[in-house]
Structure formats: C-alpha cells, structure tokens
C-alpha cells in the first residue's frame, strides 16, 4: 500500500494543511492546489508545500484529512 501525504509547512515548520490518499492522481491534484494556494506573502516567509508517501495510516499525522478514494 502506498499513500501520498501532501503537506502545507510555514516557514516555521508547522504544519498548516494535510491531505492523505492512496491515489496517486488525487494526490497530484491535490499538491497543485496547495501550491496554488500559496500567496506571494506565504512564499516569501518560507511556505513550502511537500509530498511524501508512507506505507500505512498509521504513518499519517493525525490532523489530516484522509481520502479512501
């Protein structure tokens, strides 16, 4: 099983937004928006946007939104 975690980190590290899901084209729509997303002011501090992927649920943090789709 793989399951992409697509992240939303300000420049201080925390974790602002999470979506986790098992497809990959989910996934990749899903990272596009996050950056979209991402204001010139929000860049400039230090914004990031990350995927990953991980091998259980158990591996996703626990403020995510989770997709079984």
Excluded: Y
């Amino acid at each position: 099983m793989v399951i992409w975690v697509n992240e939303q980190i300000d420049g201080a590290g925390i974790l602002r937004a999470c979506i986790a899901c098992e497809n990959e084209e989910h996934a990749q729509a899903c990272r596009s928006s996050f950056e979209a997303d991402l204001s010139e002011a929000q860049r400039s501090s230090g914004w990031v946007v990350q995927t990953r992927t991980v091998g259980s649920w158990d591996d996703v943090p626990v403020s995510a939104l989770k997709l079984s789709i």
